[in-house]
Nanobody, 128 residues
Framework: QVQLVESGGGSVQVGDSLRLSCAAS????????MGWFRQAPGRERDCVAA????????YYTDSVKGRFTISRDNAKNTVYLQMNSLKPEDTAVYYC?????????????????????WGQGTQVTVSS
């Protein structure tokens, strides 16, 4: 079982940057695709970014392309989400997830159901 703990969230102003971290424990995540999801009040949880096990394939939802960067350090068992030029619509709880059902796949999953392990979430609030 993989335990995931997010950190780095907070309250910022429009245009600011944040870097979220997702530290994994209990098992190495080097074989798994990883994703960042977010959920705003009253909305579904959607995939913001995802990265393959090697880091060679990535996915970004359209609204964050050019502003967010997902990366991973398998040696540190950690995944990151660098968020630049933050907007009020980025306000949400951000969750880290691991696709534990498949290993060493080039496929970058974006559906919530593709992921088996989840963190508790970290709040990001962007004020204008």
């Amino acid at each position: 079982q993989v335990q995931l703990v997010e950190s780095g969230g907070g309250s910022v102003q429009v245009g600011d940057s944040l870097r979220l971290s997702c530290a994994a424990s209990g098992r190495t995540i080097r074989a798994y695709a990883m994703g960042w999801f977010r959920q705003a009040p009253g909305r579904e949880r959607d995939c913001v970014a995802a990265i393959s096990w090697s880091g060679g394939w990535v996915y970004y939802t359209d609204s964050v392309k050019g502003r967010f960067t997902i990366s991973r350090d398998n040696a540190k068992n950690t995944v990151y989400l660098q968020m630049n030029s933050l907007k009020p619509e980025d306000t949400a709880v951000y969750y880290c997830a691991a696709q534990t059902s498949t290993t060493y796949s080039q496929f970058v999953p974006v559906r919530e159901g593709d992921y088996g392990s989840w963190g508790q979430g970290t709040q990001v609030t962007v004020s204008s």
